[in-house]
């Protein structure tokens, strides 16, 4: 089943995160930020695994650009969706509810938030400051570590492996059943 995984990421923890799960997946899956994805590339997978870093509430503008603009085409699709954000105490499907479409939602097949880092090294000195503002709110907001939540990712790793290779089997057993009527028929 040919997997494509889609990430946007402003200072490189949802691409660390997207290359972690495409090294451990150990099948042959395509990495790309969405900011470089052509859409005449997506006809060539089947499943697509979305993820993206949360900001102010929404996932990362410019993943949410891509899905509303090429929906009609996205929706023929499967997907996996994973989230990036600091907040661990987060709802999840509400977040997801406020930034992706619901049919979008309806053809997907795992959601998971895999945690978060602050990376100030990265940023400019207005954005070190922003961040260091909302790193602040949200220790204020509860005792949780912001850390990358390693454990989901290993869940959320076996889950599309799993997907990946029980899709597999399954088309082999209809092309295998396929060919059978085929030639009894032939013959
Ligand atoms: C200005 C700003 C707003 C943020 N808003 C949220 C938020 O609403 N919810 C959340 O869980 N994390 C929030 N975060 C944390 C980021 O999602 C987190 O740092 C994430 O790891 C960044 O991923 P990236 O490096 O792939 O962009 C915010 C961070 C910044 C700097």
Do not use: W
């Not at 969405?34 to 503008?61: F, K, W």
């Not at 959320?156 to 899709?167: E, K, N, R």
Request: proline content about 3%.
């Amino acid at each position: 089943m040919k997997t494509l995984i889609l990430y946007a990421s402003k200072t490189g923890v949802t691409k660390d995160i997207a290359l972690m799960i495409k090294d451990s997946c150990q099948t042959d899956i395509t990495l790309m930020d969405v900011e470089d994805c052509p859409a005449n590339l997506l006809s060539q997978y089947e499943l697509i695994v979305l993820g993206a870093p949360i900001y102010m509430g929404y996932v990362h503008r410019s993943m949410r650009k891509f899905v509303f603009k090429h929906l009609d085409f996205l929706i023929t699709k499967r997907f996996f969706i994973f989230s990036v954000g600091a907040d661990a105490t987060i709802d999840l499907d509400k977040y997801l509810a406020m930034s992706y479409p619901k049919a979008l939602l309806d053809a997907t097949i795992s959601t998971m938030y895999l945690g978060g880092e602050f990376r100030m090294e990265s940023l400019n000195p207005i954005k070190r400051f922003i961040t260091k503002q909302v790193s602040d709110e949200l220790q204020k907001c509860g005792p949780s570590e912001v850390k990358i939540h390693t454990h989901n990712i290993k869940v959320f790793t076996q889950q599309l492996a799993d997907y990946i290779i029980h899709s597999q089997e399954k088309g082999r057993f209809f092309d295998e059943t396929s060919s059978t009527n085929i030639s009894k028929r032939d013959t």
